[in-house]
């Protein structure tokens, strides 16, 4: 499904949602990261989620907080290294977005609204211009970071 939704389109909703998580779940079966590493944790203030400075895509590491509350340099292997990749692709994140956005509708659509409110569109034109295949762009055109996803969310 997530090769499919990457095929339709780069940006998509389904396309993100579905990269998202093939990613994420790859990313806890191949290796011995937990997700308290990888997610948002609330309780946690120094763990909110690794961020795409923390990915290096070419020489396969990714840098968490460990459980002993030390940052650790992470090897991964192929598989989860492709995934990222892919999501990488579809999303064109900039460095401090989450690699693991929340994709919760409200949290995502509230900012954007704002924004475009601020930029002087009226109600009527956000709901029209407002389009889950625009999500990845206009964060990127207004310069938002989405919100990463939590550990209960994961």
């Known amino acids: 499904m997530a090769v499919d939704a990457l095929e339709d389109g780069t940006g998509t909703w389904d396309a993100v949602r579905a990269l998202r998580d093939r990613a994420l779940v790859v990313g806890l079966c191949y290796t011995g990261i937990r997700a308290g590493e990888l997610l948002d944790r609330p309780d946690d203030d120094?763990?909110?989620?690794?961020?795409?400075?923390?990915?290096?895509?070419?020489?396969?590491?990714?840098?968490?907080?460990?459980?002993?509350?030390?940052?650790?340099?992470?090897?991964?292997?192929?598989?989860?290294?492709?995934?990222?990749?892919?999501?990488?692709?579809?999303?064109?994140?900039?460095?401090?977005?989450?690699?693991?956005?929340?994709?919760?509708?409200?949290?995502?659509?509230?900012?954007?609204?704002?924004?475009?409110?601020?930029?002087?569109?009226?109600?009527?034109?956000?709901?029209?211009?407002?389009?889950?295949?625009?999500l990845c762009r206009l964060y990127s055109t207004y310069e938002l970071t989405p919100d990463p996803l939590q550990t209960s969310g994961g």
């Not at 590491?61 to 692709?89: C, F, G, N, Y």
């Open 46 to 134: 120094r763990r909110n989620g690794i961020r795409w400075r923390d990915v290096d895509l070419e020489d396969g590491r990714v840098t968490v907080l460990s459980k002993k509350q030390r940052w650790d340099d992470r090897s991964r292997p192929e598989q989860t290294i492709h995934a990222l990749r892919m999501l990488e692709r579809v999303i064109d994140p900039a460095d401090n977005w989450p690699v693991f956005p929340t994709l919760s509708p409200e949290k995502l659509f509230l900012p954007l609204r704002a924004a475009l409110a601020d930029d002087g569109y009226s109600d009527v034109e956000i709901d029209e211009y407002l389009s889950k295949d625009r």
